[in-house]
């Protein structure tokens, strides 16, 4: 049973229940949540609302990796944060959003072994999986664990009307998680949002196959109607300056499933002088929240 933790006013490093502090928002309110898996767990998950709703409203749902580094920077490890909620909140004032709930789930130790998509992996290094990961692979539990329980015992315990269909959102790992959520659950997901996707998976150039590996997958995976969408986005600086090949060449194998007659929505940015960080996602991240929100 989803168990609530008292009502609040976010690495990408995972903290521990007893050392984490709490986030605080500027804009709209945080419930907060807690899970208890088998496989992975204890889970925490913070749940932004914007402000002005009212029982019974009709309100969008996006979920995110790495729920502590979305709102606060006081309490993240790196002294960043996403600015979700003052984000978020201008454009549903400015009529740029529809309103829009944002549920963040926290990120673990396991970050890697749950965030780096399980089944194309186990196609190309089926006997290396658990000396990439550094141990099993554990992102299909996590998906089932966010799609069978987070999600849907969230959206049951808010007082509105939530949309049967919504966003999965994230940056670097969480790129590819996104990516990879959309294409295993495209009955939940209308699309995904795909920030710096760290398309090396590990560490560059340990193993120069899986940005081709992940890319062949996506483009045979990936819905092909236009009930679908997907966003991705890179930099080139620090870690970022390893991914526009693999950037451009994701591009180029949605163009081709285009032309084949894929009429899945897709749209590719690009940003000079942009690196690795929150506070680089931070500046641009109404960019996609708009693209997906504005109906």
Not at 127 to 135: P, S, Y
Not at 192 to 214: Q, R
Request: net charge negative; proline share 7%; charged share 20%.
């Amino acid at each position: 049973m989803l168990h609530a933790c008292q009502p609040q006013n976010s690495s990408q490093n995972s903290s521990t229940q007893e050392t984490r502090p709490e986030p605080a928002v500027e804009r709209g309110t945080l419930r907060s949540y807690e899970f208890k898996d088998s496989i992975l767990g204890s889970r925490r998950a913070d749940v932004w609302i914007p402000e002005g709703l009212k029982e019974g409203d009709s309100v969008a749902w996006i979920w995110m990796h790495d729920g502590q580094m979305l709102y606060d920077s006081t309490v993240t490890w790196n002294k960043q944060e996403w600015l979700v909620d003052e984000t978020l909140q201008q454009l549903i004032n400015e009529n740029r959003s529809v309103p829009t709930v944002v549920i963040g789930l926290y990120n673990s130790e396991n970050r890697r072994r749950e965030l780096f998509p399980q089944k194309p992996l186990e196609l190309a290094f089926p006997g290396d999986v658990e000396q990439i990961l550094g141990g099993e692979a554990l992102a299909d539990d996590y998906l089932r664990f966010a799609t069978n329980r987070v999600i849907p015992e969230v959206l049951a315990a808010l007082p509105y009307q939530m949309k049967e269909r919504g966003w999965v959102a994230g940056s670097s790992m969480g790129g590819l998680m996104s990516a990879y959520a959309l294409c295993e659950y495209p009955q939940l997901f209308k699309g995904a949002l795909c920030l710096s996707t760290h398309w090396p998976g590990v560490n560059p150039n340990d193993y120069p196959k899986i940005p081709e590996m992940f890319i062949s997958y996506f483009a045979a995976h990936l819905p092909a109607d236009s009930e679908h969408a997907i966003y991705f986005d890179t930099g080139d600086e620090t870690l970022d300056s390893y991914y526009p090949p693999h950037h451009h060449a994701m591009e180029a194998a949605l163009e081709a499933r285009a032309e084949k007659g894929s009429t899945l929505r897709y749209t590719f940015e690009f940003y000079p002088g942009a690196d690795h960080s929150e506070n680089s996602w931070n500046k641009r991240f109404h960019i996609p929240l708009e693209w997906a929100l504005a109906e």
